[in-house]
């Protein structure tokens, strides 16, 4: 009756053990595109977890039983211990990240000044989206014009800024000289979780005084393009440089291509909308940020909910990180960015501006006890390429943050850059222009 038990003991754990890494083989199969396209993904994704599952489902079913017990209860002992590792990340993780919600823990109060701008958690393309715009020439392409924007809170206060009469994160005084450089990109550009003057375009302005910040949270490379397109001839900046972030900005260009309110963005004879925001816009947009306001409430629960962090939990997802397993899902063909720049340098040569590109890594290249970078090269080699090929220059945040002593402390908790981060990537965007006015 004993060994009966414990053969049957043995075995489910065994089989437990063997089923959970089997299990992440079918899913990295399923997706095959993103986690089985090269060697390194498919011993990380498919071989390595494969051969673990196979050998605790071989073990279960022929070993003898006392091997048996011993092989499942180490075996799932050390997966349970792995899953409470993830789970003190998982807390760490979400402790660094929930300030990106902006919220303010027991002070709903203090959310009245900023309930007239976009809530943290959402976007401008998600604004478009509820208001169904229809085409390009109708699309909202900054935030609403000179409201306190929340970008998020540093610990339990709230970090803002003012928008400009565009709904740029700018000084307005800005527009009263001649613009001497335009900043496109994400909310890296926007300076998320960064007061003002520790933002990347804020330092920037210490060598170019006259600069215009586009930048704006959930932005990719078609939006970008579409905001160059409206703002960039009533401008006429000398320099345009595009910030590309290698986290998202390759994800968010497939999904952008896709989007009513950015057709046409190509075509140089498509109208792109009045630089000003259409009052009348800008009162339905109104309407739908008070909505937002309204259902989320900034609350903990709200900001969770919109995360994938019980799935990522059961991926061991922050322990790979941690161990330099967890490698960028597989960079796929978008012929689209390389006319992405080649129309925007078009744009910009139309009034006698040059057109620069600035590439931004991931934190997570920087973390991890082994070496992982490698699995992140291929985009940014496609990236360069593009950038080559279209005639633009690249600069190159990654060799510079590597070189720094700690490059982990160049990105918040946020994942986003620090202050000190922000001020190497203005510092090396200023040196790379400079360099270029040099040789012409």
């Known amino acids: ?6 053969d049957r003991i043995g075995f489910i754990l065994c ?4 089923a959970y890494f089997l299990f992440a083989v079918a899913y990295a199969l399923v997706n095959a595109h993103n986690y089985a396209t ?5 011993l990380r994704y498919v071989v ?14 022929f070993l003898r039983p006392e091997k048996r017990l011993l092989a499942g209860i180490y075996a799932a002992s050390v997966l349970f211990a792995l899953f409470l590792f993830e789970a003190v990340l998982t807390v760490k993780s979400v402790r660094g990240s929930v300030g990106l919600a902006g919220y303010i823990k027991g ?5 009245e000044r ?9 976007t401008i393309q998600a604004l478009n989206r509820k208001l169904a715009v229809p085409e390009l020439s109708g699309a ?10 929340l970008l998020c809170t540093r610990d339990n206060e709230p970090v803002s800024y003012v928008s400009d009469r565009f709904g740029f994160r700018n000084p307005d005084a800005v527009y009263g000289q001649d613009i001497e450089l335009l900043l496109l990109g994400d909310s890296f550009t926007e300076g998320i979780c960064l007061p003002d003057g520790s933002d990347i375009a804020s330092q920037i302005r210490a060598a170019y005084p006259a600069t215009v910040n586009t930048g704006t949270r959930g932005a990719g490379p078609v939006f970008e393009l579409a905001v160059l397109r409206r703002w960039g001839p009533a401008f006429r900046p000398k320099n345009v440089v595009m910030l590309f972030f290698e986290g998202n900005d390759w994800q968010n260009l497939n999904s952008e291509l896709k989007k009513p309110s950015l057709q046409g963005v190509f075509d140089l004879s498509t109208p792109t909308g009045p630089t000003m925001p259409d009052p009348a816009l800008v009162k ?5 940020v008070s909505d937002w306001w309204e259902e989320d409430a900034q609350t903990l629960s709200g900001f969770l909910g919109r995360r994938a962090w019980m799935r990522n939990f059961f991926a061991l997802q922050q322990t790979a990180l941690v161990l330099g397993l967890h490698y960028p899902r597989a960079t796929t063909d978008r012929p689209e960015y390389l006319e992405i720049l080649k129309t925007a340098k078009t744009v910009t040569e139309g009034w006698g501006g040059s057109l620069s590109l600035v590439y931004v890594p991931q934190v997570d290249r920087f973390v991890g006890l082994l070496p992982s970078s490698a699995a992140y090269e291929d985009l940014r080699q496609r990236v360069e390429t593009a950038s080559k090929t279209a005639g633009v220059q690249f600069i190159d945040l990654t060799p510079t943050i590597y070189g720094s002593d700690v490059p982990r402390a160049l990105y918040a908790p946020d994942s986003h850059l620090s202050e000190e981060g922000a001020r190497i990537g203005a510092q090396k965007i200023i040196e790379a222009l400079s360099q270029t006015a040099v040789s012409e």
Do not use: H, W
């Not at 089989?15 to 063997?18: G, I, S, T, W, Y």
């Not at 900023?114 to 959402?122: G, K, L, T, V």
């Not at 909202?140 to 924007?149: C, D, T």
């Open 1 to 6: 009756m004993a060994k009966s038990k414990t």
């Open 15 to 18: 089989v437990l053990v063997a």
């Open 38 to 42: 090269d060697l390194p993904r498919q």
């Open 48 to 61: 390595g977890p494969g051969l673990i599952g196979v050998g605790m489902l071989l073990a279960g079913l």
């Open 107 to 111: 002070a709903s109060n203090d959310y």
């Open 114 to 122: 900023f309930r007239n701008a976009i809530p943290p958690s959402y």
């Open 140 to 149: 909202l392409l900054s935030g609403i014009p000179n409201e306190e924007v």
């Open 284 to 288: 339905q947009a109104r309407g739908v």
